[in-house]
């Protein structure tokens, strides 16, 4: 295996959020009803817009005003809920990491997601972290891949791509990376 290994963050490092019930009680609105504008609002969040836009946004949507101390607790419930990671996905990281594959994080996250997360003992895997909400673009983007392989400073086929959505495979592999749908550490093992 030559050239660098790049990973998603959301359900490939970590699985799916566990905060959504917490985050519509902390509203007082019923699950059913907070989800989808959670989703919805999601990828202007991805894009760099502040906690407070984001929360405030929803709350709006669903006739609950947000302050800033809401907007704060809101945050912290929604880190936590994106911060159980995969054992899994841990070993296969450090497996790579001290073989001395070159691995990069390439997330759709906020960047108060992407302050918490630098904290952690598993990013020290990672050579490059690049997060949405810092550079103000997102996958499936194109600009995104450009940026990221800028930073590796390597041709975008000496990169190997993992995301769990399909749409980020296709513009992955639309802007030259060899990217694969996550199937798990397993598979990703296999494959590398």
């Known amino acids: 295996m030559t050239g660098w290994v790049v990973f998603d963050y959301g359900e490939v490092i970590c699985g799916r959020t566990t905060a959504l ?33 984001y929360w405030g946004g929803v709350g709006e949507a669903l006739g609950v005003p947000v302050d800033e101390s809401t907007s704060d607790r809101l945050t912290e419930i ?8 995969r054992e899994s996905s841990l070993e296969l990281l450090a497996g790579l990491s001290e073989a001395g594959v070159p691995l990069a994080l390439l997330s759709n996250a906020p960047s108060s ?34 940026l990221l392989v800028a930073r590796l400073g390597v041709p975008a086929g000496d990169c190997v791509f993992f995301d769990d959505r399909q749409s980020n495979v296709d513009g992955a592999r639309a802007a030259g990376l060899r990217a694969h749908v996550w199937d798990g550490a397993d598979a990703a093992r296999a494959l590398l």
């Open 21 to 53: 019930p917490d985050l519509a009680a902390t509203l007082g609105v019923p699950l059913a009803e907070f989800e989808p504008h959670y989703w919805r609002l999601r990828d202007a969040y991805d894009r760099g817009c502040a906690d407070l836009e």
């Open 113 to 146: 997601f992407a302050r918490f997360a630098e904290r952690q003992d598993w990013m020290r895997h990672f050579r490059v972290r690049v997060f949405s909400g810092d550079v103000g673009v997102a996958k499936p983007d194109a600009e995104i891949f450009e």
């Open 78 to 85: 929604d880190i936590r809920g994106w911060s159980d990671v």
